[in-house]
């Protein structure tokens, strides 16, 4: 609530900028513009104004160290458990994607397929899948957030269940929240390096990297110590099965 609000009331003191910057453009064009512009058409954006572009950290870093992994692994297809969309889109231009979601995705593209599942009981067979990936998804599940049951341990009944389907010397490429333990409901939990060393205890880990919260790029093989600085970060764990 009190984001909503600070975002409001920057919007009203940035507004009289771009109203500024509007009539200023309506006189440059003057008699001669090739567009209809009437200030009923107006669709400010006032936070746009910035030295550098901003992104959303966790989301382009991950995707794109997931992207590099697949192009690494090479598989004959891959599946995804409720990842970023744009991750799935981009990937199914060189390797087929099967995209699976709670609330499916009315997405159509060639090299992907687009289906609902459930996260605690994935509709396939026991080790079946050689290249599978769940990114930014489990820190979610049991919080009710999108419309799923509540269940203080539906994160570790979904961690439980992408093992299960996982085949023997199959790549998953896990992705959560990374930093000191704690739930911020019901947006999500965030696990301690030590949490996901020990529930995906059974399998070899290929690859830690960290995407740090705040500045810099992220780190290759990172380690436990600079996950455990953290306090949002965005841990990237490359796992295979045994």
């Known amino acids: 609530m009190l984001k909503a609000i600070v975002k409001k009331t920057k919007k009203m003191v940035l507004l009289p900028l771009v109203i500024k910057d509007y009539f200023a453009f309506k006189k440059a064009v003057g008699s001669n513009g090739r567009f209809t512009m009437n200030l009923g058409d107006a669709y400010p954006c006032p936070f746009d104004k910035t030295m550098m572009t901003g992104f959303d950290r966790h989301y382009v870093y991950h995707a794109a160290w997931a992207a590099r992994k697949v192009a690494e692994i090479r598989p004959a297809s891959h599946t995804d458990i409720s990842s970023s969309l744009y991750f799935s889109s981009i990937v199914s231009a060189f390797v087929p994607v099967k995209f699976y979601d709670y609330r499916p995705a009315d997405l159509q593209l060639s090299g992907l397929l687009s289906e609902k599942a459930d996260l605690l009981a994935l509709p396939f067979a026991d080790s079946s899948i050689a290249s599978l990936s769940c990114m930014h998804t489990v820190e979610h599940v049991g919080l009710g957030r999108y419309g799923d049951p509540i269940d203080p341990n539906g994160d570790l009944k979904a961690i439980r269940e992408l093992k299960r389907v ?74 295979v099965k045994r």
């Open 166 to 239: 996982l085949a023997p010397g199959g790549s998953l490429l896990f992705v959560v929240p990374i930093g000191k333990a704690k739930i911020q409901f019901n947006a999500h939990r965030i696990y301690s390096y030590a949490m996901i060393m020990k529930y995906f205890n059974d399998l070899e880990l290929r690859e830690f990297s960290l995407i740090p919260e705040t500045s810099g790029p992220m780190i290759v093989n990172a380690t436990r110590e600079q996950a455990d600085k953290e306090t949002y970060g965005c841990g990237c764990f490359w796992f």
